[in-house]
């Protein structure tokens, strides 16, 4: 597929001093900035006292185990 002298050319830019370093230099960078997204976003810390629960309101809607009050209507 590549001929031979083209594989050797792309083993010597890979290998070259210069590629190396640029590849280094951007792991490093790309780490650095992964760290200090991390650090910026630190979630708050939990307390460890419990939550206090909510009060029922008074337009909560009734249990569905207690039957609803018949309507009684007068009929004259």
Do not use: C, G
């Not at 083209?6 to 490093?28: C, D, G, M, R």
């Not at 629960?53 to 609803?68: C, H, L």
């Amino acid at each position: 597929m590549f001929s031979k002298e083209l594989t050797e050319l792309l083993f010597q830019v890979i290998k070259s001093w210069q590629v190396i370093a640029v590849t280094i230099a951007i792991i490093l960078y790309i780490s650095l900035v992964n760290y200090a997204a991390r650090a910026h976003h630190k979630p708050v810390s939990v307390s460890k006292i419990k939550p206090k629960k909510q009060k029922k309101s008074k337009d909560a809607k009734p249990d569905s185990k207690t039957p609803a009050e018949p309507e009684i209507t007068n009929q004259d």
